[in-house]
């Protein structure tokens, strides 16, 4: 059974920071591109941040220079650190894994980022 579990969400003042983290099981991790995608209410879906198999990162405009992702093929994490987070950040995190040579993908529950300002 695959499960993406994800967690470090809560409420944080803007300027502040948060670290997001997921933990996958049921899959080989390391033949998966990992991500994270928001969804705020009212609002689609957004890419936040995807990094491959070979850690190439992609981010959003919205969070460049501002959220990193990184990956631990070892203990089959992908994690977010979020910084400077401002209220538009607030949002639903997702974490999503991606298998390298198809479509199949797979969906965390989310965690709640709020940002209060």
């Known amino acids: 059974q695959v499960q993406l579990v994800e967690s470090g969400g809560g409420l944080v003042q803007s300027g502040g920071s948060l670290r997001l983290s997921c933990a996958a099981s049921?899959?080989?991790?390391?033949?998966?591109?990992m991500g994270w995608y928001r969804q705020a209410p009212g609002k689609q879906r957004e890419l936040v941040a995807t990094i491959t198999t070979t850690r190439s990162t992609n981010y959003g405009d919205s969070v460049k220079g501002r959220f990193a992702i990184s990956r631990d093929n070892a203990k089959s994490t992908v994690d977010l650190q979020m910084n400077n987070l401002k209220s538009e950040d607030t949002a639903v995190y997702y974490c999503?894994?991606?298998?390298?040579?198809?479509?199949?993908?797979?969906w965390g529950q989310g965690t709640q980022v709020t940002v209060s300002s």
């Open positions: 049921g899959i080989n991790f390391r033949f998966y591109n």
């Open positions: 999503n894994a991606t298998f390298q040579m198809s479509s199949r993908e797979y």
